[in-house]
């Protein structure tokens, strides 16, 4: 009774925290929109808010080549307000990141039952993420599918797995590095239990298959198709805008010269996959110390990233609180 009232005031105190900032001050969301180290191209809310304004008048929204988003996000935020949208995400997130903590076993003697009500607390009072839930950077919808993919991964559901992951590739194109490290803990999670294991290449196609739902939903929002692949996912993979950001690709992009620049993308996103391979290869047995690790490199490596991707990976990380103590010294096992 005690940890479910302790519980209800972390998750009260963080939601009236967030609502009071929204709506009894309203100019310092406004501020940190317009903040670089919050806000990129990819995930801008005042850049959604001009696509919004296009939508709405029936124009396709990526015609300004300033909108960078899925047409989905047009959909929520023309029904729903923004603040609502933002804490009941970051909500989500905790309770996710709370329920993955409280049933977590690592095969560890150093490993100790976690407090999933710390681990929320932690996550939903960082500053990293409170700035990002003021700032309405759409990178929180992107980490809430990663979230949920973990979550329903650790629980052993594959097909609610593979969805969440799909819907994180739909909104923002690199959530798909997660695919081997996530099927590697749906396998290692349904041989603990009784329920018998289906080939990876089911859970792959489940994946495929949500994506291309996803994709073919798409026109029933917009009818520019073309224009959406090329302003979503061309952006994200060619980098076309420089407008400065946080991330290591723009301080090289604005340095070279124009006729080295799809050589060093493509060095980049070699450099960026590669992680992934040799992590899940070497760590397969640890997926979801992978799927951390991945985590933070790519909250340095991405394209666009912002301190919602840092918020993320500090908000997973104390889960492998345990490790911590080999930092000074050796740990021996």
């Known amino acids: 009774m005690l940890a479910d009232r302790r519980t209800l005031a972390v998750f009260a105190g963080a939601t009236l925290l967030r609502l009071l900032v929204f709506f009894a001050f309203p100019d310092v969301p406004d501020f940190l929109t317009a903040q670089v180290e919050i806000s990129t191209p990819i995930s801008s809310f005042k850049r959604l808010q001009e696509g919004l304004f296009l939508y709405d008048r029936g124009i396709s929204p990526y015609d300004g080549g300033v909108f960078h988003q899925t047409p989905l996000l047009l959909a929520i935020f023309e029904l729903v307000p923004a603040p609502i949208v933002f804490v009941g995400l970051d909500i989500l997130n905790a309770a996710s990141l709370r329920s993955i903590a409280s049933t977590l076993r690592l095969q560890s003697p150093r490993f ?71 099927l590697l803990l749906v396998r290692h999670q349904s041989s603990r239990g009784d329920s018998p294991q289906r080939p990876m290449i089911t859970q792959i196609a489940c994946f495929v298959g949500a994506l291309v739902v996803l994709l073919a939903s798409t026109p029933i929002l917009i009818t520019d198709f073309r224009g959406f692949l090329r302003s979503c996912y061309g952006v994200q993979i060619t980098v076309p805008d420089l407008t400065p950001n946080v991330g290591l690709w723009w301080y090289f992009l604005i340095e070279i010269f124009d006729s080295f620049r799809d050589f060093f993308i493509g060095v980049f996103w070699l450099h960026l996959v590669s992680y992934v391979g040799g992590l899940t290869l070497r760590l397969h047995t640890q997926p979801l110390f992978v799927v951390i690790s991945l985590l933070g490199l790519l909250a340095i490596f991405k394209p666009y990233p912002s301190i919602a991707d840092v918020s993320l990976y500090l908000g997973f990380l104390p889960l492998y609180k345990h490790i911590w103590p080999c930092e000074s010294a050796p740990c021996h096992h």
């Open 112 to 182: 100790e039952l976690l407090d999933g009500t710390l681990i929320a607390a932690a996550y939903l009072f960082n500053p990293f993420t409170i700035l990002s839930c003021l700032g309405r950077s759409t990178t929180i919808f992107t980490n809430a599918a990663i979230v949920q993919a973990v979550l329903n991964a650790q629980s052993g559901h594959a097909a609610r797995a593979m969805f969440a992951l799909a819907g994180g590739t739909y909104l923002s194109i690199y959530p798909f590095l997660f695919l081997p490290p996530v």
